[in-house]
């Protein structure tokens, strides 16, 4: 059994910067990819950024790349969101998961393991 625990989310302006968390627990965080998705109210959830189990690759929707980063520290069993320049249009609940494999995929159907989520809510 893995459980994701996200944290760091907020309220902040438009331009801000927050760095969201997700400490997973459980003995096997390094043998797969993790992944970062949103859902805002009255929309689907939606892929954010996916990282591998080595953290060498890394992929990101495009309405977050290059403000975006996401990364992950194996020996803490944590993944990271840095949020940069951040939007309103960003405001959602951010949702972190674990793939079933080693890659990442932009498809939430190959994530078998997801955090409650934590909110983030960017204003003008």
């Known amino acids: 059994q893995v459980q994701l625990e996200e944290s760091g989310g907020g309220l902040v302006q438009a331009g801000d910067s927050l760095r969201l968390s997700c400490a997973a627990f459980?003995?096997?965080?390094?043998?797969?990819?993790m992944g970062w998705f949103r859902q805002a109210p009255g929309k689907e959830r939606e892929f954010v950024a996916s990282i591998s189990r080595s953290g060498h690759g890394t992929a990101y929707a495009d309405s977050v790349k290059g403000r975006f980063t996401i990364s992950r520290d194996n020996a803490k069993s944590t993944v990271y969101l840095q949020m940069n320049s951040l939007k309103p249009e960003d405001t959602a609940v951010y949702y972190c998961a674990r793939d079933s494999g080693p890659y990442g995929s932009l498809r939430s159907t190959e994530y078998d393991y997801w955090g409650q989520g934590t909110q983030v809510t960017v204003s003008s």
């Open positions: 459980g003995r096997t965080f390094s043998t797969y990819a």
